[in-house]
T-cell receptor, first 114, second 110 residues
């Protein structure tokens, strides 16, 4: 079946603007994760959803970052008042049940804040 | 499980040789580990996993070794091919999420 998809693939925005990044999970996967990857580094955890609820949002760097998954499928990562330091690749991963399951990654959204 | 600096360790191997990529993990309570391969412009791709009740697991051309005593993982790639060129990450199960190592860039020389 289809893998994890993310849109847009690239997003360029100006400092101070609001952006939304979308993740479509593998069908049937209840767990969904957002990561941020800066150049030359491994993915850094942001938030984990189990179904519709955020089970762990400890990785969100500040209150400008927010994510939702209203129907337990598609998720949207929202960043308010973007800053140049937010520039990175934002990766979404999903797994069948969550804890201890293999995570399958999407291709990522490259966000550039000018 | 902290991320490290901007300069990725690099491993260069001759095509056809075996590659060994190493990773140190931080949490002695972690019980599940994964190796991912990431090509330029793409998301990490699952290669192989291992649980803490094992010390070795083999896949197609790849083997993962786990040494819990020293908290060390390794990925062995047999007969390395040009298509194996990528950045390789280990990830450890850290409660409700995974923590990734800094990555190693594998370059396959013709």
């Amino acid at each position: 079946g289809a893998g994890v998809s993310q849109t847009p693939s690239n997003k360029v925005t100006e400092k101070g603007k609001y952006v939304e990044l979308r993740c479509d999970p593998i069908s049937g996967h209840t767990a969904l994760y957002w990561y941020r990857q800066s150049l030359g580094q491994g993915p850094e955890f942001l938030i984990y959803f189990q179904g519709t609820g955020a089970a762990d949002d400890s990785g969100l760097p500040n209150d400008r970052f927010f994510a939702v998954r209203p129907e337990g499928s598609v998720s949207t990562l929202k960043i308010q008042r973007t800053e140049r330091g937010d520039s990175a690749v934002y990766l979404c991963a999903t797994s069948l049940d969550g804890q201890g399951d293999t995570q399958y990654f999407g291709p990522g959204t490259r966000l550039t804040v000018l | 499980g902290e991320s490290v600096g901007l300069h990725l360790p690099t491993l260069s191997v001759q095509e056809g040789d075996n590659s060994i990529i190493n990773c140190a993990y931080s949490n002695s309570a972690s019980d599940y580990f994964i190796w991912y391969k990431q090509e330029s412009g793409k998301g990490p791709q699952f290669i192989i996993d291992i649980r803490s009740n094992m010390d070795k697991r083999q896949g197609q051309r790849v083997t993962v070794l786990l040494n819990k005593t020293v908290k060390h993982l390794s990925l062995q790639i047999a007969a390395t091919q040009p298509g194996d060129s990528a950045v390789y990450f280990c990830a450890e199960d850290y409660g409700q999420n995974f923590v990734f190592g800094p990555g190693t860039r594998l370059s396959v020389l013709p």
